[in-house]
C-alpha cells in the first residue's frame, strides 16, 4: 500500500467500502507487518530497531482550562451502542480497553492477538472496547456501527471522545460492566497500545479469590504537574493537593468485581473529579477504604522492552506497543 496506511483508514475512499472490504484490508495490512516484525526479532540480536514503539505525548496541543480538568458526575449519558448480550456466558473475567472510535487498526491488532483469549486454565475471558463518541463524525459512526455488528464487542457511550473525558469514560464503562456482567470475579481494565499475555497473568495472579481489592503497579507520592505546557498538567485551583493519594498505573489494572459498584457509587463523594482516571481510582479506593494490591515487580513494563523470542511468554504486560507489534509479540509468545 503506498500510503500511510492510518490516512487511508481514515480516507473517503476507506469510508465509502463495504465494511468485509476494510476488514479484510486491515487485517492483510495487519499480518504482513507483523510478520516482518516477527522475523527480524528471530533474526536479529539488537531487536529494538524491529519495533515502532508508541511514543507517549507530553505536550498539550492548546492551553487547558480549569472547567476542562474536572467534570461532574452523575448526568444522564445513553448507548449508543450496546451489546448487552455479551457476559450471557458468564465470563469469569472481563478484560475492557478504552479506545477511540477511529481506532480501527488498533482494535484489529487487539482482536488478532490477546484479544482473542476466551479461556485460561478453565477461567472463562472476554474483552470488549469501550469507546466515546466523536463530534460531528456521521461517517465514522457509521462504520463504528457496521465492525460492533460484525464483531459484538463494542460498548459506546454519547459524551465526547476526548483525553479529558477518561474518568468519565471509565466510570460509564464500571457501571455498564456492573449491570450487564454480574457474575465475573474480576474486571481488568488494559489499554489497546498494552501487550498483553491473559495466559501468564490470569493463571499467575487472578486464581487467587480477592474482594475489595484494586490491583496493579501502585504509586506512592506522585505529584501533579504544574506547568501548564504539560499534556498532563492540573492547576492548584483544580486540585490544591501537592501530593496524590496512592493509585495504581492506569493503563493495566484489575479489580475484584465488588468494587465496580462503589466506584460508581462513590465518585460523587470526592469533590471535582479529575481528567486522569488512576489519581480519580486512588481517591475512591482512599475514601471508600479498597485495598491496593500490587503486582509483581518484574512482570509488567509501563515502557517499551526489546526482548527476543521466548522472553515475552513469562511477562504479563508492556506498555506503548502499537498494533502490528502487538501481533507479532503475541505469536513469539504463544510458539
Same mark, same amino acid.
Given at each position: ?13 476507506? @469510508? ?7 476488514? @479484510? ?22 531487536? *529494538? ?15 487547558? *482550562? ?12 445513553? !448507548? ?9 456466558? $458468564? ?27 476466551? $479461556? ?7 474483552? !470488549? ?25 463494542? &460498548? ?8 479529558? #473525558? ?22 481488568? /481494565? ?13 493463571? $499467575?495472579?487472578?486464581?487467587? @479469590? /480477592?474482594? $475489595? ?6 504509586? &506512592?507520592?506522585?505529584?501533579?504537574? /504544574? ?15 501537592? &501530593? ?14 465488588? &468494587? ?5 457509587? *462513590? ?30 515487580? #518484574? ?34 509468545? #504463544?510458539?
Amino acid at each position: 500500500m503506498g500510503v500511510d496506511i492510518k490516512e487511508f483508514i481514515n480516507s473517503k475512499e476507506f @469510508e465509502k467500502m463495504p465494511f468485509s472490504k476494510r476488514n @479484510e484490508i486491515v487485517l492483510d495490512y495487519l499480518y504482513k507487518e507483523s510478520k516482518k516484525t516477527y522475523d527480524c526479532v528471530l533474526h536479529e540480536n539488537n531487536t *529494538r530497531h524491529c519495533f515502532s514503539f508508541k511514543d507517549d505525548v507530553i505536550y498539550a496541543k492548546k492551553k487547558y *482550562r480549569d472547567e476542562d480538568m474536572a467534570m461532574k458526575y452523575p448526568h444522564q449519558y445513553n !448507548l449508543v451502542i450496546n451489546n448487552p448480550h455479551a457476559c450471557d456466558s $458468564n465470563p469469569q473475567i472481563l478484560i475492557g480497553s478504552p479506545v477511540g472510535p477511529r481506532q480501527f487498526l488498533e482494535r484489529m491488532g487487539t482482536r488478532h492477538s490477546w484479544g482473542s483469549v476466551r $479461556n485460561v486454565n478453565g477461567i472463562s475471558v472476554k474483552h !470488549l472496547f469501550f469507546v466515546g463518541q466523536d463530534e460531528n463524525d456521521p461517517e465514522g459512526d457509521k462504520m463504528l456501527r457496521e465492525e460492533s455488528e460484525y464483531y459484538h464487542d463494542i &460498548v459506546q457511550f454519547d459524551m465526547k471522545n476526548h483525553f479529558m #473525558n477518561l474518568t468519565l469514560l471509565a466510570i460509564l464503562t464500571y457501571n455498564w460492566t456492573d449491570y450487564y456482567c454480574p457474575n465475573i470475579k474480576y474486571y481488568v /481494565r488494559s489499554d489497546n497500545d498494552m501487550w498483553f499475555n491473559p495466559y501468564q497473568m490470569i493463571s $499467575n495472579f487472578l486464581t487467587k @479469590e /480477592r474482594t $475489595n481489592a484494586l490491583m496493579g503497579n501502585k504509586i &506512592v507520592g506522585g505529584k501533579p504537574i /504544574r506547568v501548564s505546557v504539560s499534556r498532563y498538567y492540573l492547576s492548584k485551583a483544580v486540585f490544591p493537593d501537592e &501530593v496524590f493519594s496512592p493509585y495504581m498505573s492506569g493503563c493495566f489494572l484489575a479489580m475484584s468485581r465488588d &468494587v465496580l459498584p462503589i466506584i460508581v457509587k *462513590r465518585c460523587v463523594d470526592i469533590g471535582p473529579i479529575i481528567y486522569f482516571d488512576d489519581v480519580f481510582l486512588g481517591q475512591i479506593a482512599k475514601i471508600a477504604n479498597i485495598s491496593l494490591v500490587s503486582f509483581p515487580w #518484574n512482570k509488567v513494563y509501563y515502557y517499551p522492552k526489546a526482548y527476543g523470542g521466548k522472553e515475552y511468554s513469562k511477562l504479563w504486560a508492556i506498555h506503548r506497543y502499537t498494533a502490528v507489534d502487538n501481533m507479532a509479540l503475541w505469536q513469539m509468545a #504463544n510458539l
